[in-house]
């Protein structure tokens, strides 16, 4: 089960990553980290980030951090760049369990409608080759091409953060917590001396 999970909001202060179309990578990814992290938090996930806002963040410090947390996943959002199309996920080379996330990623992007390049193996990133536990790095989008209409905003990126969480609580069997509409009211059945007792419980509408 995953108790404990890194997130890493790739790049970060004066290191912008990938550049294209008015956007800078480091803010798509530190608003898909967040989101993602706060729907694990809602389920029970201890989370750690790699940065919560826009600060430096050189990946050998992720790495040691993610060590240190003892996490039992560690995920890097990143977004792509080169002019082409979809998503990919990448994990370490005979890392079973690294693929089977890989694959979690890549279905979301198929879900959305949008093209998957797939869940690839490689030793050259260092996020993945230098964390003790199963690491992915997700690059959800092409910056600089048409694609970047998928990340172009805070709110679609949150979306997407929210998409990512969902699949993961998912395939890690953690039961996501339901989200009350403001307004809605819910009925709880409690027996007592073989009578039903009705509680009904207002959720703030503000």
């Known amino acids: 089960m995953a108790k404990k999970v890194f997130l890493s909001a790739g790049h970060g202060g004066s290191d912008p990553g990938a550049v294209g179309n008015g956007l800078l990578e480091k ?11 706060a729907e694990l938090e809602k389920a029970g996930v201890n989370v750690k980030y790699s940065r919560t806002k826009d600060e430096n963040d050189p990946v050998t410090q992720e790495v040691i951090e993610a060590n240190h947390f003892q996490a039992d996943f560690a995920i890097s959002f ?11 996920t990448y994990y370490y080379p005979g890392d079973m369990t690294g693929e089977s996330l890989a694959k979690i990623f ?22 993945i080759r230098n964390t003790a536990m199963t690491a992915v790095l997700v690059e959800s989008a092409f910056i600089d091409s048409k694609d970047y209409v998928r990340i172009d905003s805070y709110e679609k990126c949150n979306e997407l953060g929210k998409k990512y969480a969902k699949a993961f609580l998912s395939w890690a069997n953690i039961k996501p917590v339901e989200e009350t509409k403001p307004g809605e009211f819910k009925t709880f059945q409690i027996k007592a001396k073989n009578k039903k007792l009705y509680v009904y419980a207002e959720c703030d509408r503000n």
């Open 78 to 88: 990143h977004n792509n760049a080169g002019g082409g199309i979809g998503s990919e």
């Open 106 to 127: 890549e279905a979301v992007t198929v879900s959305m409608g949008a093209k998957s390049r797939g869940a690839k193996t490689t030793n050259k990133l260092y996020f």
């Open 27 to 37: 803010d798509c990814n530190l608003y898909i980290a967040l989101s993602f992290g």
